[in-house]
């Protein structure tokens, strides 16, 4: 192929990947929308035995991997602080630092990621088996709201999942922090948590709250949509879990952007 | 080749799939596997292709026992299997032709030898036409075919189809059934299938059930009657 | 235990048994750039826009931080761009590429698994380790790299916009090298060139693993991407472990 086409191709190409990419967007937004919608008018017809199981697999069966997750946010906060609180030789603010890290940006950010490839992933995955199976339709078919049976159990069990699990791991990440602090640093957990209770407000912990809820809406809406929206066989599940991880993600950094910027506003 | 299984055990996971299977599959041996769903016609014939590693006893080709052979050996010896497998298993970034290229071209034939084969295979199950299609614009049939096509590219001596009919109206199993008698005179071939196809009247039966031979030998039609009757 | 060690190991085992194959067989160079080329294409701009976002929520983290601390951000500026190059720039790029990329190889290897295309491509003379993972490992292997390198330049880049339009202070602290050096760069690409060997083999694991019908391939994916992502934090908190107690 000569140069010149390949150039023209290759602006066309962005122009209607770029055109594709609006499209996309747009429709994401309606269906999304859509879901919210639907879900808010299942919630009062919520299928109880199914917001047990969904509570179970995406908050209990979670508690592991959120363990991890705080564990290593909580070690890699504090190692990171540490790079730049010896700079300035403020030792005895790494408390400060370290629990305002996690709990403004690295826990909810972090559990997040997580959180959007397990409960989102396998969210998107279960509901594009269904509808890939059928199994949808079929609900629709005996007259039954499948929105009210499968995805209004699921938003709600995820978000007081991830509201849940946002505390928990947030203790355990400034227990892990505290004690990294002691072995890497030889910081004493005497004054590490000095620092730590005199110069946080429990507003800190609420803003990183309110971000892991925000994100945790997000999560769900995005794969309960995507799934929904998987048409083919076996492969489209693969992609609808796919996608569902991918857009859950953009959707978190969009909101962990705009989140900071409002409560850092508010707080100010 | 000549194919035979020793005391072959294979699990997948905890789940026994075979247990204990003695068979000896001579050259020239064509033959029915028939089971219901679940009793282990996908992994026998998987294992005797030597893709599925047993758990226990053996799988021997011409005598030499396949789990001890090196993989390139492995892979080299293989190129005498043609398998059809129960899903399409077409590659599906790939045009039909280059499907059934594909295994010839691995196995370093001329160019000019592997296109002159790809042809004379398409042509033999009927799909000359449709050989620069995708495989998601082919119909369940047609994918079958191709899936055989693919199969018998490689001039297999032993022929292995797993449920070749599955999912097919009479009329095309029909005419999967008489391109898959045609070309396989003279070699060994397996058809595994849940009930005996009318369309496919091979000499000998293996009647598998629950991981278990428990027939070897003539066509027996009292065996699938048997079955309805120790169900629940 | 059965699990932890099989997390641990099955990579590994994965990993020996690719180099092996590969060495074999050979690895199509053709199939290693097509690889590059869909993981580029894909992660890039979830990469640099995710980046960008998150550089400008560290300026104002910095700036809320500052406050208390020492007055004036821009202070801080340099000591952020050492943390962002070192710790923040590869592990956070490489969260976003394990996303994008781990969920994308492990559905797409256990839609093969699932419809015996591995099965096939072994009986077509393939070598589903030479042809299948090898080149997605070596893809992973130079392209996480220069994923996070664009990464970690879109979160300065953003984060210099944000302090300089936002705060009112001079951007270009957060882009000054006072305090990088060598092993601050060395830390980053270790980071990088683990997790993007780690990604694919994690992914390769969980989909080549998957048997059964449509809901195999979900659960694939799922497990594919949660490996992925889990393992870059391991990875990241292993390497920025070995430094601080290298004290490098």
Known sequence: ?268 | MDLRAEALTVKHGARTVLADVRCAVPPGTQALLLGRSGSGKTTLLKSLAGLVAPFGGQVLWDGQDVARLSPSARRERQASFGMVFQTDALFDSMTVRQNVLLPLVRRRVPQAEAEARADEVLLAVGLRDAADTMPERLSGGMKKRAGLARALAARPSVLLADDPFAGLDPGTARQVARVLLEVSRGSTLIVAAPEAPLDVPLPRWLYLRGGRLVYDGPPAPELEREQDEVLP | MNRVLSFFGAPVVLFARTVRAGAREGVSWRECAVQLHELGGRSVWLVVSGMAFFGAVLVTIANSQARRFVGNVAVLGPAYFELLIRELGPVVSALLTASRAGAGHAAELSTMSVNEQVEALEMSAGDPYADLVAPRMVAGLLGVPLLSTLGTVAATLSAALVASLVFGVDGRAFMDPRYVDGWDLLAAGMKAVACGLYIPLAAAVAGLRARGGAEAVGQATTEGVVAASLGCLLIDFGVSLAFQLLRL
């Open chain 1, 1 to 268: 192929m000569s140069p010149p086409p390949r150039v023209a191709s290759l602006g066309l190409k962005t122009v209607r990947g770029a055109g594709s990419l609006g499209l996309e967007a747009v429709r994401g937004t309606g269906a999304l929308a859509l879901v919210a919608a639907r879900t808010v008018l299942g919630l009062p017809r919520l299928e109880r035995r199914e917001l047990v199981r969904a509570l179970v697999q995406f908050g209990y069966d979670s508690l592991p991997l959120a363990l991890a997750t705080a564990a290593l946010a909580g070690v890699i906060v504090v190692l990171q602080s540490g790079l730049y609180i010896q700079r300035f030789g403020a030792r005895a603010f790494l408390g400060w630092a370290a629990g305002y890290g996690v709990l403004w940006e690295f826990g909810p950010l972090l559990l997040g990621l997580i959180m959007s490839a397990r409960i989102g992933a396998r969210n998107a995955a279960e509901l594009a088996t269904m509808q890939v199976g059928g199994q949808i339709e079929g609900l629709r078919g005996i007259g039954l709201d499948p929105f009210a049976i499968l995805v209004a159990p699921r938003v709600v069990a995820m978000e007081l999942s991830m509201l849940a699990m946002s505390t928990f791991t947030f203790l355990v990440a400034i227990l892990f922090e505290s004690v990294a602090a002691l072995f890497t640093l030889g910081l004493p957990l005497r004054i590490f948590f000095g620092t730590f209770a005199q110069m946080l407000s429990p507003l800190d912990i609420l803003g990183g709250v309110v971000k892991t809820g925000a994100f945790g809406l997000a999560i769900s809406l995005v794969s309960t949509s995507v799934g929904l929206s998987a048409r083919g066989g076996a492969q489209a599940v693969g992609r609808a879990a796919a996608s569902a991880v991918v857009q859950g993600c953009a959707a978190i950094f969009v909101i962990d952007f705009l989140l900071t910027l409002a409560l850092a506003g508010w707080m100010a």
